[in-house]
């Protein structure tokens, strides 16, 4: 499904189905303020992780706050079933409590949010954390689940981004603060309201104030361990078909697509200029992405011609591979997006453009990462508050002052040949 018809949906038909689940709700207290629910001796938390699947590596250290305040909590997990590969691969979570929607049709989401939704409510939740940034699918998703706590996001005095008020722990989000520690910031209130009585989930005016301390953002997140026979696997595979790209002592990978957000993509014309410049001094260039990215990739390749510069889009089969490669190159360079975290988990060096998004709430945790952002005045343009929507239109041109002397003077650097 294009992400304009999602949009689209979740803004007029999310907003009135959230009007009447608030209504009714409302009623529900009414009706029976002091209703008993069901509470297991452990608590059982479901986390709602829609979004892009960097984001799950940026939810780290809240699974780690989550298991250090309940051991023995029984985590769920409900994600894309496109971006279930980053969950599976971290195993914050058992398999068996994955569970997915599938959005490649109207038909299917539709499909899954009846059966999931049943699932989810036969579970008898205690808590649920809605991770996403005033999604209203994500919010009626948390209410429908059944759990006693619902902890979200709320815009407190923002005018717009209605999402109804059935969110009964909500957690101001903070535009000053890097969305991993924000995440932090749900599982502690979570922590909170889990002690709440149903007096105090019902009734918002005498709810005690949670006020705490946030830890400071990781520097960098522990590598993700890679088997040593699984590793030479690849690399042989890799020398059987790229011999050239191999041969050489420093490889680079480029991401030159901007992915479902197009306008977070550096210039193509530019990353051909880097690529050839690389090539000039002794480089080889891999052009990574997913197999839709190809057609990109091979104009690149065209333009580079060069059998130094070699694609690899739909190469790496899953993300275990994606991360041997990285293993196998010196340094990525990438647009905002997946690729940047996932190689935060691997020892490869890192620059990514940030402009249309900023680094300093979505930059990759990483000491081996760098962020090129150019300070436009227009940038960050793209917020929670205007669900991801540019008014440029696509003209990026926060990305397109970044020259790519300047990039490659960076990379050069990186890779000790200047």
């Not at 999931?116 to 998703?141: K, P, W």
């Not at 909500?170 to 979570?190: D, E, R």
């Not at 994606?322 to 293993?327: D, G």
Request: proline share 5%; net charge neutral; with cysteine.
């Amino acid at each position: 499904m294009k992400i304009s018809t999602q949009r689209a949906i979740d803004r007029w038909v999310g907003q009135a189905l959230c009007a009447l689940l608030s209504g009714w709700s409302k009623l529900l207290a009414l009706l029976a303020p002091h209703a008993r629910q069901h509470r297991n001796a452990t608590p059982r938390i479901l986390v709602i992780l829609l979004s892009e699947m960097g984001s799950v590596v940026l939810a780290k250290a809240m699974f780690d706050t989550l298991k250090a305040k309940h051991p023995g909590a029984d985590l769920h997990v409900l994600q894309l079933k496109k971006n279930q590969g980053v969950m599976r691969l971290l195993g914050f979570v058992p398999e068996a409590n994955l569970h997915s929607l599938d959005d490649s049709s109207l038909g299917t989401l539709l499909h899954d949010l009846w059966h999931t939704t049943r699932h989810l409510r036969a579970l008898q939740l205690d808590g649920v954390m809605d991770c996403e940034l005033f999604s209203r699918i994500s919010a009626l998703l948390s209410y429908a689940c059944g759990a006693r706590v619902r902890v979200g996001f709320t815009a407190h005095t923002q005018e717009g981004l209605y999402r109804g008020s059935f969110i009964n722990a909500p957690v101001p989000y903070n535009t000053y603060q890097h969305i991993s520690l924000q995440f932090v910031g749900l599982a502690k209130v979570m922590e909170a309201a889990l002690q709440w009585t149903s007096a105090q989930l019902h009734d918002t005016t005498t709810r005690p104030l949670t006020r705490f301390v946030l830890p400071t953002i990781q520097h960098s997140l522990p590598q993700l361990p890679v088997d040593a026979a699984e590793l030479q696997g690849f690399q042989d595979r890799l020398k059987a078909d790229f011999a050239s790209f191999m041969g050489n002592s420093k490889r680079v990978l480029l991401y030159v697509s901007g992915g479902a957000l197009p306008i977070r993509a550096w210039p193509e014309d530019s990353y051909i200029a880097l690529a050839k410049t690389l090539i000039a001094n002794g480089c080889a260039v891999g052009v990574i992405g997913l197999p839709e990215d190809t057609p990109q990739a091979q104009r690149v390749l065209h333009a580079v011609k060069n059998p130094l510069c070699i694609g690899l889009t739909g190469y790496t089969r899953n993300l275990r591979e994606l991360l041997m490669l990285f293993h196998n190159a010196e340094l990525l360079v990438t647009n905002d997006g997946g690729p940047g975290h996932f190689a935060s988990l691997t020892p490869i060096d890192v620059i990514a453009f940030f402009g249309p998004e900023t680094g300093r709430l979505y930059g990759p945790i990483s000491e081996r990462a760098t962020v090129l952002e150019s300070g436009m005045a227009c940038s960050p343009c793209l917020t929670a508050y205007n669900h991801r929507d540019s008014f440029c239109d696509g003209d990026n041109q926060c990305l397109k002052v970044i020259t790519v002397a300047e990039v490659e003077k960076l990379v050069l650097h990186k890779l000790q040949l200047i």
